[in-house]
């Protein structure tokens, strides 16, 4: 398959992707800010509790509905940890079902574009991975 490269700015809002720690959990910490920035109201978060650490919460459930989307970046704009990103360079396309356009947690989380790696390092979750390392999990 022959790809194109992306003109412009669209390299820069294409299918969505949850990042991970280095311990293998979700960055999101389900606080619902990218739900509620989000103008087509294509997100939907249900929050659950970790058990060995009952200050932190992470998402249960994480879907998007791409048949909604208008792929404006809100929610990575809105993320306090990171956690969302649109940078997998795959450009969502139609569907012959309406379910084939739903994003659940586990379809979104994926690996960084190109290199096979979940994404473990930046500023907004260095803390988390410094209480892992504390706790000796990481």
């Known amino acids: 398959e022959a790809r194109i490269p992306l003109a412009g700015n669209a390299r820069f809002r294409t299918r969505h992707r949850l990042k991970v720690r280095a311990d293998g959990q979700p960055k999101c910490v389900a606080c619902f800010m990218c739900q509620t920035a989000c103008p087509a109201y294509c997100i939907r ?69 190109g290199t096979g790696d979940p994404s473990t390092k930046g500023a907004a979750n260095r803390l988390a991975n410094e209480y892992l390392k504390s706790r000796g999990r990481a």
Do not use: Q, W
């Not at 994480?62 to 970046?73: E, K, N, P, W, Y």
């Not at 990103?85 to 690996?111: F, I």
């Open 45 to 113: 978060i249900e929050a659950a509790e970790y058990a060995e650490n009952t200050v932190e919460k992470y998402p249960a459930v994480f879907d998007i509905d791409l048949s909604r989307c208008v792929m404006c970046g809100m929610c990575v704009e809105a993320c306090p940890e990171d956690a969302i990103a649109m940078d997998t360079g795959e450009l969502p396309g139609g569907a012959l079902a309406r379910h084939d356009m739903m994003m659940t947690k586990e379809t979104l989380l994926r690996s960084i574009p």
